[in-house]
């Protein structure tokens, strides 16, 4: 649950940039929160607090989150004696929510290798395009990789990774189709282990016959990395499709109480009016959110920073 008494301290606000390329990207969420609805110097009032919460409201933010919004910039007003921009006063009383769920995703120094990332999610939320775009990021920062097609249920899943795997020049361990995905984690394992590889991806299948068999998969694979080495470090990465709205918080709490997740990658936030769904994410379930997805290409994963996504859809909306 997010403290606003604890965040509630003024972070310092950093210089404007030209036209961001994630403004552009985050252009639908912009214009749908944001959008038409203020002169520069305009400062808040309930008129455009009223119509700010029909717009979160409508961009499923949820009611609980979307009340402590506007709480927030009520008490931003009643703070403030000067008239501040309206960029500048939404971003004060904003950004604490979203600054309490970012957190870099790091590679522990000092562990047994490899460290084991898995990507976990259901069908069609971007899981395999998120590990081809982390591969280039996690080699960017001069780690080798290595990658697991652990999604053996469809033929082209396997099909798809080794095309990632090609561009970033990695190698993927894959089985033939219909094998047990536990024996390909181990074989990727030991191949790690074998080649002193610093981070081992595995891409899981985000569609089984129902989601205790999807949850008892991952918690094999789990075990699976314990049997090989117990010292093994991981990380859970859930992988969301912003576009999805309130669905997104649903899959969320499913995944955190069956298997735990460490971290969370929004997709697809460049294809949708939704990304508000952060702010109930941040509010909500107070998860490190550690990449966004805003294309389908290899560069389009950034990192999410707090005060750029927010300085991003706040950017050019008078
Ligand atoms: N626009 C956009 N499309 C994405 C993004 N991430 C993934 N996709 C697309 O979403 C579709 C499903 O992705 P895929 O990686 O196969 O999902 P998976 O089933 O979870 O592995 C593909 O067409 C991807 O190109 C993103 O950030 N933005
Ligand atoms: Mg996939």
């Known amino acids: 649950m997010f403290d606003f008494k604890k965040n509630s301290k003024k972070l310092k606000s950093e210089n ?90 790091t590679i522990p120094k000092n562990i047994s290798k490899p460290y084991l990332v898995l990507v976990v999610g ?93 949850m008892d998969e991952i918690k094999k694979i789990n075990r699976i990395s314990d049997k090989f080495d117990i010292t093994i470090k991981k990380e859970i990465l859930l992988v969301l499709d912003a576009g999805t709205g309130q669905n997104a918080v649903t899959q969320t709490k499913q995944f955190k109480e069956s298997i735990g997740v460490d971290g969370i990658i929004l997709t697809k936030l460049d294809g949708t009016a939704k990304g508000g769904i952060v702010f109930r994410l941040a509010d909500e379930l107070n998860i490190p959110i550690k990449f966004i997805g805003i294309g389908e290409k290899i560069d389009d994963l950034q990192k999410f920073k707090a005060t750029e996504f927010i300085d991003a859809l706040l950017e050019n909306n008078s």
């Open 122 to 214: 259901v069908n069609g939320v971007g899981k395999t395009t998120t590990v081809g775009k982390l591969t280039k990021y996690i080699k960017s920062e001069n780690k080798s990789v290595l990658l697991a097609a652990a999604d053996t249920f469809r033929a082209a899943a396997t099909e798809q990774l080794n095309i990632w795997g090609e561009r970033n020049n990695v190698k993927v361990i894959s089985q033939i189709n219909g094998s047990d995905p536990g024996a390909v984690i181990y074989d990727a394992l030991q191949s790690a282990r074998a080649n002193n590889i610093d981070v081992l991806i595995v891409d899981t299948a985000g569609r089984l016959h129902n989601k205790k068999n999807l």
């Open 16 to 105: 404007k940039t030209e036209t961001s390329s994630l403004s552009v990207q985050l252009k639908q969420t912009r214009a749908s929160l944001f959008g038409m609805l203020f002169s520069k110097k305009t400062p808040i009032d309930d008129t455009i607090i009223n119509e700010l919460e029909d717009r979160f409201l409508l961009a499923d933010v949820g009611i609980k989150t979307t009340d402590l919004i506007i709480r927030l910039l009520t008490a931003t007003i009643k703070k403030k004696s000067d008239v501040l921009c309206f960029n500048e006063q939404i971003k004060q009383a904003l950004l604490p929510l979203l600054k309490s769920v970012e957190q870099n995703f």
